[in-house]
């Protein structure tokens, strides 16, 4: 059974830095599946100074929004890019890329925020900078970083709806 309290310093975290990157990374340390949160997602992440989480993205799906704990940034929104800092709140309602969203240290020292999101599965991500979409099955799976079906593509790469059936 779950605990209904957990400290963010010490909750379990990974990092999601891809090799050889110099531009993404960060310590995320899930918190939902340690409250026992099935509806609700939360992640304490840290990011070093020039780097980001995540890809710049939308979701389909889901709403997030991120308290910002420590340090200071860019949220990159659609179009636009904000100043943000510690004690700032950010939207990243669900919708195409309009609403696609990114948050860069580019401070001098470590960031740190809290992001907070529905968990409506499934979900599709969408990725403007790079042209590529996420299709995310997380159940039965415990996490977007562990789900149960993830597929990375692009909308050239679509199959014809018959393909492989016999007919």
């Given at each position: 059974?779950?605990?209904?309290?957990?400290?963010?310093?010490?909750?379990?975290?990974?990092?999601?830095?891809?090799?050889?990157?110099?531009?993404?990374?960060?310590?995320?340390?899930?918190?939902?599946?340690?409250?026992?949160?099935?509806?609700?997602?939360?992640?304490?992440?840290?990011?070093?100074?020039?780097?980001?989480?995540?890809?710049?993205?939308?979701?389909?799906?889901?709403?997030?929004?991120?308290?910002?704990?420590?340090?200071?940034?860019?949220?990159?929104?659609?179009?636009?890019?904000?100043?943000?800092?510690?004690?700032?709140?950010?939207?990243?309602?669900?919708?195409?890329?309009?609403?696609?969203?990114?948050?860069?240290?580019?401070?001098?020292?470590?960031?740190?925020?809290?992001?907070?999101?529905?968990?409506?599965?499934?979900d599709i991500a969408e990725y403007p900078d790079s042209g590529k979409f996420a299709a995310l099955g997380?159940?039965?799976?415990?996490?977007?970083?562990?789900?149960?079906?993830?597929?990375?593509?692009?909308?050239?790469d679509a199959r014809d709806y018959w393909e492989g059936e016999e007919l």
């Amino acid at each position: 059974m779950s605990l209904p309290v957990v400290n963010i310093h010490d909750a379990q975290s990974f990092s999601n830095q891809p090799e050889d990157s110099a531009r993404f990374g960060a310590r995320i340390a899930p918190l939902s599946a340690a409250l026992g949160m099935a509806g609700l997602g939360a992640m304490y992440v840290t990011v070093e100074p020039g780097r980001r989480a995540f890809p710049f993205h939308n979701h389909l799906g889901n709403d997030e929004m991120f308290i910002i704990l420590e340090g200071e940034g860019l949220y990159r929104f659609g179009a636009d890019e904000f100043p943000v800092k510690s004690g700032d709140v950010c939207a990243a309602p669900r919708g195409g890329p309009e609403t696609a969203h990114q948050l860069i240290n580019s401070g001098q020292k470590d960031w740190k925020d809290i992001g907070i999101s529905t968990s409506n599965d499934p979900d599709i991500a969408e990725y403007p900078d790079s042209g590529k979409f996420a299709a995310l099955g997380i159940a039965p799976g415990p996490s977007f970083f562990e789900a149960h079906i993830r597929h990375v593509g692009r909308r050239e790469d679509a199959r014809d709806y018959w393909e492989g059936e016999e007919l």
